[in-house]
T-cell receptor, first 115, second 115 residues
Framework: AQSVAQPEDQVNVAEGNPLTVKCTYS??????LFWYVQYPNRGLQFLLK??????LVKGSYGFEAEFNKSQTSFHLKKPSALVSDSALYFC?????????????FGPGTRLSVLP | GAVVSQHPSWVICKSGTSVKIECRSL??????MFWYRQFPKQSLMLMAT?????????EQGVEKDKFLINHASLTLSTLTVTSAHPEDSSFYIC???????????FGNGTRLTVT
C-alpha cells in the first residue's frame, strides 16, 4: 500500500527566509511524487513532480523539492519565502509498480509566511 | 495546457433536492476523471473514479446511489448529489490527467451548501 505523511500541520516562516515543507512516503515499487498548492476555496495547483533523474526537482514559483530515496522523503523548499506563498501544500505519491493506482495525498501542511 | 474547468464554483440548495456538478477537460481528452471531497482543514478524499463510457468506480464507503457519476464524453464528467442533506455540504473537486504519467490537473472546486 502507498501512503504519504506530512509531519507538520503548520509551518510559519518569515518573509525572505528559506522554507521547507516536509513529506515522507511509502510505496512498494518506485515512487512518482508530486507537490500541489491550494489557495482558499480553490482546486489544487501542480507545483512539481519527480519520477526519475536528478534528485533536485525545480518547479513553479521558485519552488524545488529534493528526493531522498534512503530517507523516503520529498521535502519542498524555497530559498526565499513570499507572503503570497501562504497556502495549503499537499504532497502526493503514486506507485509506479501499479500503473492503475490513484494518487495518494498527504494530510496537507498550512504554510504561513509572515511579513 | 491541461486545463480542467469545474462548474459551478458554489451552489446552495435545499435539503432533498439534487445538484449537478460538471467537470470538463478543456484542452485534452480524459478517459478517466477523479472526484474528491474535501472537508474543512482536511486532505482530499477520493470519492470515485469516473470512466468514459463505463460505470464509475466508487471508493469504499461512498454511496453510489447518492453520488451519481456520468462520464458521457472524453471531456465531460458530472457528479450529481441526489437528495442532498446538510451533511453533504462540502467542497467537491474534480481532476483529470492527459496521460497516465501526467500530473493530475484539478478544477477549482465546487462549494456545496445544503440548507
Amino acid at each position: 500500500a502507498q501512503s504519504v505523511a506530512q509531519p507538520e500541520d503548520q509551518v510559519n516562516v518569515a518573509e525572505g527566509n528559506p522554507l521547507t515543507v516536509k513529506c515522507t512516503y511509502s510505496v512498494s515499487g518506485n515512487p512518482y511524487l508530486f507537490w500541489y498548492v491550494q489557495y482558499p476555496n480553490r482546486g489544487l495547483q501542480f507545483l512539481l513532480k519527480y519520477i526519475t533523474g536528478d534528485n533536485l526537482v525545480k518547479g513553479s514559483y521558485g519552488f524545488e523539492a529534493e528526493f531522498n530515496k534512503s530517507q523516503t522523503s520529498f521535502h519542498l523548499k524555497k530559498p526565499s519565502a513570499l507572503v503570497s506563498d501562504s497556502a495549503l501544500y499537499f504532497c502526493a505519491v503514486r506507485d509506479l509498480l501499479y500503473y492503475g493506482q490513484n494518487f495518494v495525498f498527504g494530510p496537507g501542511t498550512r504554510l504561513s509566511v509572515l511579513p | 495546457g491541461a486545463v480542467v474547468s469545474q462548474h459551478p464554483s458554489w451552489v446552495i440548495c435545499k435539503s432533498g433536492t439534487s445538484v449537478k456538478i460538471e467537470c470538463r477537460s478543456l484542452d485534452f481528452q480524459a478517459t478517466t476523471m477523479f472526484w474528491y471531497r474535501q472537508f474543512p482543514k482536511q486532505s482530499l478524499m477520493l470519492m470515485a473514479t469516473s470512466n468514459e463510457g463505463s460505470k464509475a468506480t466508487y471508493e469504499q464507503g461512498v454511496e453510489k446511489d447518492k453520488f451519481l457519476i456520468n462520464h458521457a464524453s472524453l471531456t465531460l464528467s458530472t457528479l450529481t448529489v441526489t437528495s442532498a442533506h446538510p451533511e453533504d455540504s462540502s467542497f467537491y473537486i474534480c481532476s483529470a490527467r492527459p496521460t497516465g504519467l501526467s500530473p493530475l490537473h484539478f478544477g477549482n472546486g465546487t462549494r456545496l451548501t445544503v440548507t
